[in-house]
C-alpha cells in the first residue's frame, strides 16, 4: 500500500521544502492547512482515495457513475448546470427549508417559465403547516368539476370586498329561506 506522503511526491509529483515537511511533521498538515494530494486504494476496504485541493474530471463523450448508493457531500455549494436534465426514482425526497425556482442562474441568465406537467395526479400537502401560493395573476381551470374544500371557513378577498363563503350563502339564504345546500 502506499503512504499518503509517497503517493503525494511519487504520484502527484510534489516537491516538499524542508520548511513544508516540518509544519507538516508537527500538525498533520502541509501549509495551507490540507492534506498532501494523494492517491491510494486499500486492500482491506476496497476504498480508492484521491486527495487534491481540486479535482476536475471531463468526459469527452459521457461520464458514468454507478453504484448501489452514491453520496455527494458539498459542505458549502453544490452547482449542477445541463440543458437537459433526467431523474428516475421509486421516491425522490428532498429536504430543504426552500426550495426556489425561477431563479436567475449563477452566470446571470433569467430562466424560463417554469411548467409542471403530469399525466398522473399532482398532490401538494403541506400537513399542519401553510401553503401560500404569491404570484401577479393566478388562473386555474379544471376540465370537469372544481372543488374548494375547506375544514372551517373558506374566505374570499379582492381589492373591494373581504367575505367568507358562509357569510355569502347565509346571505343568499336570508332572501330565498333556500338552505339545501347546506350541510
Not at 490540507?34 to 484521491?50: A, C, F, N
Request: net charge negative.
Amino acid at each position: 500500500m502506499v503512504t499518503p506522503e509517497e503517493s503525494s511526491s511519487e504520484k502527484c509529483g510534489t516537491k516538499r521544502t524542508d520548511r513544508r515537511k516540518a509544519e507538516k511533521e508537527s500538525t498533520g498538515k502541509n501549509f495551507r492547512g490540507h492534506e498532501d494530494p494523494y492517491i491510494r486504494y486499500e486492500d482491506e476496504t476496497g476504498i480508492y482515495y484521491l486527495v487534491a485541493g481540486t479535482v476536475k474530471i471531463t468526459g469527452i463523450n459521457e461520464i458514468e457513475l454507478g453504484a448501489p448508493k452514491i453520496s455527494v457531500d458539498a459542505g458549502e455549494k453544490l452547482t449542477e448546470k445541463a440543458e437537459e436534465r433526467s431523474t428516475s426514482a421509486g421516491t425522490w425526497k428532498v429536504a430543504v427549508p426552500e426550495i426556489m425556482l425561477g431563479e436567475a442562474s449563477e452566470d446571470g441568465e433569467p430562466v424560463s417559465d417554469i411548467n409542471v406537467a403530469s399525466t398522473a395526479n399532482v398532490s401538494y400537502a403541506a400537513d399542519g403547516k401553510k401553503l401560500d401560493v404569491s404570484a401577479e395573476e393566478i388562473e386555474q381551470k379544471a376540465k370537469a368539476e372544481m372543488h374548494l374544500t375547506a375544514e372551517t371557513d373558506l374566505k374570499l378577498e379582492d381589492a373591494t370586498w373581504s367575505t367568507s363563503l358562509k357569510k355569502i350563502m347565509e346571505r343568499l339564504a336570508a332572501l330565498d329561506g333556500d338552505q339545501s345546500d347546506k350541510k
